[in-house]
């Protein structure tokens, strides 16, 4: 199939992104307005406008409402905050279902804070993130397995963003995990994606893309000397490890072969190339059910967002401009 046939397909397909599903807040200040605190003596960072929107698997989600998915919605955890409501106006203002997210009373919303310098664009103060670093509570977990089992067989395509960098690891947590193999045993033909950056070998019987990194990463802890290990060991239908601007490593049962990218001179910003990869090539290959062609499309839509300042997304028209 071809770039456009695969794009035609998109409205039809129904996408669930389960996970950290986070708020990005992109804070503009001004550096004339820095002057101490009169209390403190401290300078102050003078905020003059401040964007938000859905990051992390919320990022998942805004590529795959970019691209021309049908419906949109995603699955997860948030506090019943500020933040935890400007994260549902984001969704809802990209075109996006939040209704599926649980809403837990005390917990903080999974927020990352970006400080913009208004002169350069540049971020150049340390990002301040809201994070939690205790386990969910029981009856949150259970709620949250519930609402996967109700609601999977809704969605032609499930992305599961496994992106807490603590030990306890968010909201994908063990029993989540399970239900997702059991949710994969019961549904073969149904697309179950997992990109988690610190238990890639932990998921079971689904479709798992962790970069090269985070792939080495996995090969230590597991004791397994190359990439066919860790397919084997995630008994799922396909890998996929993301090398950058050096392709796409796609090992199935029969074939492991690196599908190259467009080459990208100069990228602008490389943050949430990852995330628009997976958007692409999940709904690509469910779709084509070819994993090479899956990895291709997915390839082009990350060389589009990484010429983009901040997690930006590709468009239907972009995509056909440069095929």
């Not at 992104?17 to 820095?34: F, K």
């Not at 698997?57 to 409501?85: K, P, Q, S, W």
């Not at 075109?95 to 919303?109: F, S, W």
Request: with cysteine.
């Amino acid at each position: 199939m071809n770039i456009s046939e695969i794009l035609e397909a998109f409205p039809k397909l129904s996408a669930l992104v389960v996970g950290d599903i986070c708020l990005d807040r992109w804070c503009t200040y001004d550096p004339a307005l820095a002057e101490p605190s009169r209390e403190t003596g401290i300078p102050r960072i003078g905020v003059v406008s401040v964007e938000v929107t859905p990051g992390a698997g919320g990022t998942v989600a805004n590529n795959l409402a970019a691209l021309g998915v049908g419906r949109v919605a995603v699955l997860g955890a948030f506090g019943n905050d500020g933040f935890g409501f400007e994260l549902k106006q984001a969704l809802r203002a990209r075109g996006m279902e939040p209704e599926m997210l649980v809403e837990v009373a005390g917990l903080q919303t999974f927020t990352y804070t970006k400080v913009l310098n208004s002169l350069t664009g540049e971020e150049d103060y340390p990002r301040l993130d809201f994070v939690s670093v205790k386990p969910l509570a029981e009856e949150v977990e259970a709620e949250l397995v519930r609402r996967l089992n109700q609601f999977a067989p809704e969605f032609d395509v499930i992305l599961v963003s496994d992106q807490a960098e603590t030990q306890q690891g968010g909201v994908v947590t063990a029993k989540l995990r399970d239900a997702l193999a059991v949710v994969a045993k019961n549904h073969p033909g149904k697309v179950i994606w997992v990109d988690s950056r610190m238990r890639p070998e932990h998921f079971r019987g689904v479709i798992v893309k962790p970069n090269e990194d985070e792939a080495n990463a996995a090969l230590a802890r597991i004791n397994a000397r190359n990439y066919r290990e860790l397919f084997e060991t995630i008994q799922g239908p396909l890998l996929l490890v993301t090398h950058g601007g050096d392709g796409v490593q796609v090992i199935d049962a029969v074939q492991d072969v690196r599908v190259t990218t467009r080459p990208v001179a100069k990228p602008v910003d490389i943050c949430g190339a990852g995330d628009s990869f997976s958007a692409g090539a999940a709904c690509a290959f469910a779709v084509t059910r070819d994993a090479e062609e899956a990895a291709r499309f997915g390839n082009l839509v990350a060389s589009i967002t990484i010429m983009k300042k901040g997690t930006g997304t590709a468009s239907p028209a972009e995509l056909l401009a440069i095929a």
